[in-house]
């Protein structure tokens, strides 16, 4: 495999400095970050210990008393000055999240654009955060007020390294937290980017703090006595892990799993477009998205509809309107799931495996895939996927095709298409899902609505985004107060 220095060696960003990993017993541990397109290895990237976490705390706690002094309407200046920064140097942040990630530009494009979004909705926050106050009896005032946490953690999967990371950052530094986050391991360079901009906006030193590795990380951050609250976005399985061992040393912990999606297709949805949002929701980011189509429940006669998806995913070419998936383990994961539900029976519509890019034959490529008659046992049914592929399973009537979305053990997302909104509202209020489309495939919430699922798709209490962050990010405070000596002495003095 041929090595293309494209990009300087990873560093961590401690208190407003790039520095190298702490030289101790992982002195020599470093892994390749590859790019996905064409497979060539564009850098390197050191797998930090706890020291480096340790360092990173310091830097955060060190930074918390005078970044939390500051008020609202000060903190957010700098967020007003940092999206400004992420529109001026969009092209160059879509490159680099492509350079990583591997989708195509246009994708790319919106996930920067998602994260100006963030950032508007946490400028945003003094208009919101509104303190409580009342006289509560002659002369006592009772006031509620929200006060950072301390230092929180974000922690961050390979599928959107620049919008993810923008879920949890704008909105936790603005409520006055400082913080440590680590990136994937796989898509280390948009995140660096991002600590050089927010110092370019003013950002203080020590507010805002990468520390890069994989597990070891982790566990550091989980175990860490002074990190208060502990932010993770991922897998169910390594969910779960953070959720557990996070909670173990009493943060508070949200933790954002995998998913299954389920789209019920009704006979009288309108073909054209269903078949469009289908086909897109199931190949966008090469089906690498929490939100993707991954189960289409066909209730009764919809072989018209079908029809319609192949002939609209044939336009999609991988390496042109389809980008690749994040590495060669992901493009043998995903073949096996295709092969698996060809020997049990599932017949394959469209079959994505065994793809080439001419020019980018290195690159990890699986095109649009279809695979009809799945039956609930199948792991293609069950299991998340994560690539451009579409298990049909065939209901009778809309019991039965809620039955088979609320048997998933995830609970994302759940679309439904129809013209009636009578069957509409009935999946509406029958899908066992955190967000839930009509005509739409990607029912992505935006700004000011929370983003989080439901089930094992999403452990602890609130969501990530949108006002249900503004709980998790801060504490209250109340405070009694009573200035008036002539006030009337009763049973709250
Ligand atoms: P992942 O769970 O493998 O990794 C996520 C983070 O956990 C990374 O920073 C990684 O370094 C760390 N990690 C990995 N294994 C670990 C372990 N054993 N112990 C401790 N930490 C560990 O996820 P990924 O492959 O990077 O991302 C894809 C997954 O993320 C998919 O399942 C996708 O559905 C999910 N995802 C969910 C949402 C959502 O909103 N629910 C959003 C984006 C992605």
Known sequence: MKTIAKQPEVKNFIDGKFVPITIGSNEHASMDVMNPIDGSIITTLPLSTYDDVDKAVKAAEKAFESWSSKTLKERVQIFFRYRTLLEENMDELTKLVQLENGKTYG???????????????????????????????????????RKPLGVVASITPFNFPN????????????????????PSEIVPLSTMRMAELLKEAGLPDGVFNLVNGGKEVVEAICDHPNIKAVSFVGSTKVAKIVYKRASSTLKRC????????????????????????????????????CMAASVMVGVDKVQHIIDKMVEEAKKIIPGENLGAVISAEAKKRIENYIAEAE???????????????????????????IIDHVTIDMSVAREEIFGPVISIIRAKNIDE?????????????????????????????????????????????????????????????????????????????KTTTKWNPEAQTNWMS
């Open 107 to 145: 994708e790319a494009k919106a996930e920067v654009e998602k994260s100006m979004e963030l950032c508007e909705f946490a400028v945003s926050l003094p208009q919101i955060v509104v303190n409580e106050v009342q006289e509560v009896s002659k002369g006592v005032e009772c006031r509620i007020e």
């Open 163 to 182: 919008m993810v990371p923008h879920w949890t950052m704008p909105n936790a530094l603005v409520l006055g937290n400082t913080m440590v986050m680590k």
């Open 254 to 289: 949200v933790a954002l799993g995998g998913a299954k999606n389920h789209l019920l297709v009704f006979p009288d949805a309108n073909p054209d477009m269903t078949a469009s949002n289908v086909v897109a929701s199931m190949t966008g980011c090469a089906g690498q998205r």
């Open 343 to 369: 020997t049990n029976g599932a017949k394959i519509l469209l079959d994505g495996r065994n793809i080439t890019v001419p020019g980018k034959e290195g690159g990890f490529y699986v095109g649009p895939t």
């Open 401 to 477: 095709a809620i039955e088979i979305e609320n048997g998933s053990n995830y609970g994302n997302a759940a679309a439904v298409f129809t013209q009636s909104g009578g069957l509409a509202k009935e999946v509406m209020e029958r899908a066992s899902a955190g967000m839930i489309g009509v005509n739409i495939g990607v029912p992505v919430p935006r700004e000011p609505f929370s983003f989080g699922g439901w089930n094992e798709s999403k452990f602890g209490v609130g969501d990530i985004t949108g006002r249900s962050s503004i709980e998790f990010w801060t504490q209250n405070k």
